[in-house]
């Protein structure tokens, strides 16, 4: 089995900072992607940003205020969040891409972390 732990969700004034960090632990023999996805109230899953070894990928909404970074030492994925607004306010969710032993590519989801931007 595999799990996603996240850590580093709150509550920040518009235009603060907060990290997320998600590591994941289990059966693992290679992780091909990990990152962020958000849900605010009312609203579907939407992607945040996400990393493989080849690339990364930003939703345009965070470009240029998010940096999504892996350390591969420790299967960890963080989310750098930097001018934060309002509209930021959502539960993040960490995911990860991964092949277990067994091989067959399997898609996971962390718990989730909230995050709430407002003075």
């Known amino acids: 089995q595999v799990q996603l732990v996240e850590s580093g969700g709150g509550l920040a004034q518009p235009g603060g900072s907060l990290r997320l960090s998600c590591a994941a632990s289990?059966?693992?023999?290679?992780?091909?992607?990990m990152g962020w996805y958000r849900q605010a109230p009312g609203k579907p899953r939407e992607l945040v940003a996400i990393?493989?070894?080849?690339?990364?990928n930003y939703a345009d909404s965070v470009k240029g205020r998010f940096t999504c970074s892996r350390d591969n030492a420790r299967n960890t994925v963080y989310l750098q969040m930097n001018s934060l607004k309002p509209e930021d306010t959502a539960v993040y969710y960490c995911?990860?891409?991964?092949?277990?032993?067994?091989?067959?590519?399997?898609?996971?989801w962390g718990q989730g972390t909230q995050v709430t931007v407002s003075s």
């Open positions: 289990g059966s693992i023999v290679r992780i091909n992607s």
């Open positions: 995911n990860a891409l991964i092949t277990p032993p067994w091989g067959t590519v399997n898609n996971y």
């Open positions: 990393t493989s070894s080849s690339n990364s």
